[in-house]
């Protein structure tokens, strides 16, 4: 199921960085749901490159175009095809990486699966292809958000060395987040954030940082044991987007360091249903949500493609000295906050829709 | 699909903790491959409760029955059921949890997801469900290895505050993981681990703990793009066991604070292919794996039943305290050791066969 | 998906024809619905071969035990697993088969196919494997009558030559249906039916037949276009079974005869809803159920294995005679009535659980 | 699944009759396959309505755009995106049929299914649907072709009372088809086909017809015990393109009524395999090919939207007459040729790569 993600709320992701286009489509949304372009575009404008000068320079615009699925602004419940089109190649800029593939990057392993890969940029491991994720998502947070009130936020905790400090999980809105260029709401942290990124890219070097996305709203119920628990999914859906290296929920790897007795949240009162006084579990226990907001977390390495001269050896097993031209991002985690979400949302809402079945 | 795991290597786990027994069902295993119950019940003997007076002490003897797809000691083709009868019932342990459910365990979100559940122990977010995970990774383990020499080694890595230190991801091997009870092959480490544990069962208290697992001798090549990219089904794997709250691939969430320039792994030659001097990407790159040894991380919180006495509510709101009764596991880390080893079995044979397909 | 079949109501099927057992895990079962072994014996009970002299002298008592999935009479909403005991081999019956594939048998094609295969009898593609589906189906029946109403009736049609007339779709009975050994509710077809089988058994020759059956009560508005129209489930469930050659609903090849002014069916109001004149569509439109009865037929070819010698090939390709030693059954549509009334209600329920996640 | 077909080749199509576009996604295709627009259009243009006057009198181009997944004219093994543009829209065609439901069309079910519908034509359940299967039919018939040799060839078989006869399906070419424009290879046959086409169009009625379909060059071996089995596959394709009725495979209905001893097809050696003297089994065996030709046959009944003045009533119930308004086919059958084509190739590539996961 390689291109396809969902049992029941499902996408579909097709396209390559530099061919004639990406996209998605979706099945399982449930009709009526109100849809049209303007719902799509403002997330996949926070997605797109460009948008400051810590991220790479390419203007895509990255219109989408819907195609089929909805009518007069309603979803039929039928296949949502989502396209948009690819611009500004230059495949000259990867000339030199046909013969040396790019370290830690996806040039090898390609190769080596399909025996045969795309001549310029990253092909399907291009971060283009999280196009067709995102404008999937935000149908999905649209639905979620129509029938449920479920919003998601996500922004930039760590860039580097530089964590973010005293964010309430509870409050923080989107607004907030794009405050900084960075996506990251405590002000001063952003600061330091954007000052470590330019840095970076003036040593034509790269960062890496972590990323924590809140799910509010999101009733108790959701996950399917055993496989497709609530954490299990975020998780894969996290770890397939390009650069992640880990995923943790509530107390994560730092609640391994905590006795049962201060690790687990005890039930409290709240309405006509059961809350929790503390958040360890990160809204989750036993694989399904338990009505408190759902956190996780997600960790992205600097990207790979970078300005150094790197010694590598090249595709013969020749040493060589590499440096990659062209425009790179030295800080994929702002860009990836509208990503994180869009995830997000896919799990969820395809959850949401696997619950509907045992409703009698 | 939620018992069910894999597009060609699949398995679909049954049973809860207290019925007539659990069991899976493996389907796309190659026929020809030799099967017996001999290659199962070590690692489900390495996963039983009741090794030593570390973990809980229910005698369970959990011998496996193959019923079908092997004949005279091969694999058949055709669908492989694993069956294990439950023993040991004692309902009465759990009576007083029926109105008050425990914090942090799956007693309330199972209550809210399906309006009814087991009348006692965890139902099917027991551990218990993980015997077909582990029957079903044996004979995956035997598949890998016979057709590609793949090995998994998994060893506990943290114990609550104790890390190990100083293991040769490289040579480590099963019986060196053993020599502890505690799983850890740093013997000064699995000392002082082991008294943790100690201290907390008499505290009626649990601890969480870090397993780590390297999967040698994986081919490059292996891994789906997009959704299924080797880290996103491990981590989906992995954070499907009970009690894990985090996953993380080589560099993790500690490589999100080094520079591309120092996180990139630059390739060198290694015999007749390509090898990576570092392993920041912990053997895999752009989803697919790169011929380096896959490494990873898991998190396990500690378990939320205790013998303490706890203030929560009861299922109506009412404040009350609760104090689990029976035998419980202080501590499941090393228990599941081959949980994991079993789970990354069913990932990496379920992309062997899925790369197969692209082989003309 | 070889041996799992449906979507969200889903069922993989397990066993060889000589091995330990056969069975079913069934996930996606409401949670709360009443199960017990009482509901699903009857039925397997109909497909038992020996129940007279007009079907194979196996005694096999195929008793199911519900392993899992099930407390106090009610589904939990997790795995149902379904196992029955293999019981009676003898595999000195098969031994002349070992180095003779049977015409029109499965004995070539699983060698060719796998590489290896069981030693006697039909392995998975015998007629036992069909157990499991059976059991599942009831459970799939218990559910789609207990909360819709549906009933499911099948009955033999046709054997070789000889057809049923004047049967009342809209109000045959299962007990109408059994009144007669041969389960055809017109009782002088039937007696035709009876003696031309015993005719055939005499001879150590086979014959074939045609099985209809009405699913009544079905809510309009099930069918999940586009690839899993009614029709297209209908069809791959019920040529998945052993032996069947077609498959047609409503006017079906006759069908293609009729102009569309004639063949059309006028709508009507009946009562709160629409209702159709004449039933040429057979209950489905565009793939989706319209409220009227859905009725099909299926094709099932006389059985491979007969006591008769045949002329035909060793594996190695050297002319040789084949006589089946054994007992087999003349004629197979009797017994397989219960199992097209069992993967029909596998293909409804998957529909009803599907068509839930749309209602908003 | 609704809008996904297969398993390891799998389609994903897209689109309704009116909207911007329709099309495909294609995963799975082999890398290096040689793909091109050309490779596809031939099969489109067949497909096409407005190629006699024996159809439809629209005229869409329907030209095909590769939107990714290929690269100077290799597949990378990258999701294929297939898009196609709509055109020539004409609602007010359809304007009276949105208060009445048409007799025998999706109409009606459409609105119960998603209680919304597109507003004019018949929206996903349109022919213009099949656009997508078709282009993604015909990349699988390249690889198939380029692997394995394998050729498909279907031809009408019967339209309303007239049958063809004396066609060799181990001969008829798809040249031999197309010499007709009712696409009956035998021409006296056809001429009498196309008189009653024309008959039917001046009487603004409608006819049906069988299309029957060889795979040639299938080797032994493919098909997925026990619910993926070849014939069941086939008939899901099958019945799940708009119109079918029916579907039988090698003697299918009428094989019903042959002793075993006459149905069976005794083996020969042929060559270095093993043969079989008579076909009636259709080439599957156990649901797994035998490496003799694939035969079977689909049933279309007769276009449910016909200019004929029919008595029917309203969403409402209230009594009504309705005339088909527009341009309408009189038979949609030789159109359907290479749908048919496209779907047995969708079918049997999933299945070849399938296989590919057992042969170690």
Redesign the interface.
């Known amino acids: 199921?390689?291109?396809?993600?969902g049992?029941?709320f499902?996408v579909?992701?097709?396209?390559?960085s530099h061919?004639?286009?990406?996209?998605a489509?979706v099945?399982?949304c449930?009709?009526?749901i109100a849809i049209s372009e303007k719902d799509i575009q403002p997330q996949l404008d926070r997605r797109r490159p460009g948008q400051s000068l810590l991220t790479t320079d390419r203007d895509e615009s990255d219109r989408v175009?819907?195609?089929?699925?909805?009518?007069?602004g309603?979803a039929?419940?039928?296949?949502?095809?989502l396209?948009v089109a690819n611009r500004d190649q230059k495949p000259g800029d990867y000339a030199s990486m046909q013969s040396i593939?790019r370290?830690?990057?996806?040039d090898?392993?390609?190769q080596?699966?399909?025996?045969?890969?795309?001549?310029s940029g990253?092909?399907?491991?291009s971060a283009r292809?999280t196009i067709g994720r995102v404008a999937a998502g935000a149908i999905a947070e649209k639905f979620l958000y129509e029938?449920y009130g479920i919003e998601f936020v996500a922004w930039v905790n760590?860039v580097?060395?530089t964590s973010a400090s005293e964010i309430d999980e509870n409050s923080v809105t989107r607004s907030a987040v794009d405050e900084s260029i960075v996506r990251c709401p405590s002000k001063s942290d952003a600061a330091q954030m954007e000052k470590a990124i330019k840095t970076?890219k003036e040593?034509k070097?790269?960062?890496?940082?972590?990323i924590t996305c809140v799910c509010r709203n999101v009733p108790?119920?959701?996950?399917?044991?055993?496989?497709?628990?609530m954490?299990?999914?975020?998780?894969?859906?996290?770890?397939?987007i390009?650069a992640?290296?880990?995923?943790?929920?509530?107390?994560?790897?730092s609640?391994?360091?905590?006795?049962?007795?201060k690790?687990?949240?005890?039930?409290?009162?709240r309405g006509d249903r059961?809350g929790?006084l503390t958040n360890?579990?990160?809204g989750?226990?036993?694989?399904?949500?338990?009505?408190e907001p759902i956190i996780f977390r997600v960790?992205?390495?600097?990207?790979?493609t970078?300005g150094?001269a790197?010694?590598?050896?090249d595709?013969d097993?020749n040493q060589t000295t590499l440096e990659a031209k062209g425009r790179h991002d030295p800080c994929v985690v702002p860009r990836a906050v509208p990503i994180v979400e869009s995830m997000a949302a896919l799990v969820i809402s395809d959850m949401a829709?696997?619950?509907?079945?045992?409703?009698?």
Do not use: C, W
């Open positions: 199921m390689s291109s396809t993600f049992t029941v499902r579909t992701t097709f396209g390559e061919g004639k286009g990406v996209g489509v099945e399982g449930p009709p009526g175009t819907i195609l089929s699925g909805v009518e007069n309603r039929l419940g039928t296949p949502i095809a396209s593939p370290p830690s990057h996806a090898y392993t390609y080596m699966k399909y025996g045969i890969r795309a001549s990253g092909g399907r491991s292809e029938q760590a580097s060395m970076a040593a070097d790269s960062l890496g940082g972590i108790a119920g959701l996950g399917e044991p055993v496989f497709d628990k954490e299990a999914r975020l998780a894969q859906a996290m770890m397939s390009p992640t290296k880990g995923f943790e929920i509530g107390s994560g790897f609640g391994t360091r905590l006795n049962g007795s690790h687990n949240d005890p039930f409290i009162k059961l929790t360890n579990s990160g989750v226990q036993g694989g399904i949500s338990n009505g960790a992205f390495k600097p990207p790979a970078i150094q790197q010694n590598t050896v595709f097993g829709l696997q619950q509907k079945t045992r409703q009698y």
